[in-house]
């Protein structure tokens, strides 16, 4: 299987909720199968009696006990989807639709306990089954679907109380967050220095000697095995420059690749396979779309129908943390070198600009006549003044001045207009800011 196709399989199973029901479907047939045969063992054996064994249970009060763990796993799988399918409309309504995917679909503790629901309706129901053609209730059997009906009632109560807590506007945000900082971390493994870094080469800004474009269907990059494009540029002495950056849309026939250097021997199918496109971003490689969801976030909150800045200042906070990371970060990586120091691959990735703009100018356009929002983005640009190096700082002046005449123009009251200009890391209410208000007036 080509490298593209393997990983839109694999991203294909982290956000399918489908996949770990059938998966318990496939290991209880097995694994009953197995059980059965160990039950008779230990019958056989002398390890328990089938009529005092375990718990005892007559034919009629072990076919009731099985039609009830059935019937209540039945009840919670059909709960458990129809919550999952309100909680996906609120989301995608309130939230950001890009949240469903990377989020509610892929939650292993939804999947797991959406298959446990699963794998004990099967149990349930083979064991009755069982019990129907036997001469002697199976007591181990219904002893271990008792267990199962247990676990399965306590999944539920967990799956509710989980839900509520992962639908809440902090836990959302974090999640985004934490996923953001490990792909910065992936894409940008060294720290910066102190000085002002070096600029990006210039390697392949010459015409190139052979341009290979996309052929196939339209998408969305996702993600590029860079390994493999470094031992192709190697082998044929060369150097390869991936033209879109991920998350770029790639039409038919659009540039995919720039080559420098003779190399006829590279085949445009095996470079083509080597770059994996979908429908949709997913945060693999792609350091500015946990940026992207938060600022929707943030965005959505704004919104005269929503009207809620201050879940956008909790997606504020998470932006804040990915910058002070991702400005602790070098970022002039563009050209992967071989181990001779030779530059072999040109990977483009976003630049600090990018991420400053990204996070500060929607938020900043739409959000500054709340008073939350200007006194939030203050206390965002303060803090990393503060904790970047100097080489970061220009832009964040930049969105410092910007924001200040932003706000001038937002708040003609010379009390709101000085009350905005605080720098507040709550938005509204810090009493550090208050406290030093008072002083200052004092």
């Given amino acids: 299987m080509k490298w593209n196709r393997w990983y839109s399989l694999h991203s294909y199973i982290k956000s399918s909720l489908w996949i770990v029901p059938v998966v318990s479907f496939a290991i209880e ?203 192709l540029a190697q082998k044929e002495d060369i150097v390869i420059e991936f033209v879109p950056q991920v998350g770029d849309f790639v039409a038919v026939n659009e540039p995919l690749f720039h080559l420098y250097g003779q190399a006829e021997g590279l085949q445009e199918g095996e470079m083509c396979s080597l770059v994996a496109l979908g429908t949709e971003r997913t945060m693999e490689q792609d350091s500015l779309f946990a940026f992207r969801i938060e600022v929707d976030i943030a965005l959505k909150a704004l919104s005269p129908a929503i009207n809620d800045p201050t879940t956008a200042v909790l997606a504020m906070d998470q932006l804040h943390r990915m910058l002070r990371y991702v400005g602790g970060r070098s970022l002039h990586s563009e050209e992967i070198q071989d181990s001779q120091g030779r530059p072999r691959v040109i990977f483009h990735t976003p630049n600090w600009e990018d991420f400053v703009h990204i996070a500060f100018r929607e938020i900043r356009h739409y959000g500054t006549g709340s008073m939350q929002i200007a006194r939030r983005l203050r206390a965002m640009l303060e803090s990393l003044l503060e904790s970047l190096p100097a080489h970061r700082h220009e832009e964040l002046r930049i969105e410092q001045d910007l924001l200040d005449r932003m706000i001038a123009k937002a708040h003609s009251y010379p009390e709101d207009l000085a009350l905005a200009r605080i720098p507040d890391s709550q938005g509204l209410g810090a009493g550090r800011a208050k406290r030093a208000t008072l002083a200052t007036d004092q």
């Fill in 29 to 231: 047939m097995v694994l009953k199968r197995v059980i059965e045969w160990l039950g008779s063992w230990m019958v056989t054996q002398g390890w328990y009696d089938l009529k005092t064994g375990f718990l005892a249970l007559g034919a009629t009060e072990a076919h009731s006990t099985l039609e009830r763990i059935f019937t209540i796993n039945l009840s919670c799988l059909v709960f458990a989807f129809s919550s999952l399918l309100v909680a996906i409309q609120v989301a995608g309504g309130q939230y950001t639709p890009r949240i469903i995917a990377t989020t509610l679909l892929s939650d292993n503790k939804i999947r797991y306990i959406i298959g446990l629901f699963v794998f004990t309706i099967l149990w349930a129901h083979r064991t009755m089954n069982q019990l129907g053609q036997a001469e002697i209730v199976p007591q181990f059997q219904i002893f271990l679907a008792t267990l199962l009906g247990g676990a399965s009632l306590i999944a539920f109560i967990v799956l509710i109380d989980y839900a509520a807590k992962l639908l809440r506007p902090v836990s959302l945000v974090g999640r985004i967050g934490a996923q953001g900082i490990a792909v910065i971390n992936k894409v940008y493994p060294e720290r910066t220095q102190l000085a002002q870094s070096p600029p990006e080469a210039v390697i392949g800004r010459k015409p190139p000697d052979r341009v290979v474009e996309h052929h196939g269907k339209s998408g969305i990059v996702l993600a590029v095995n860079l390994p493999r494009l470094m031992t």
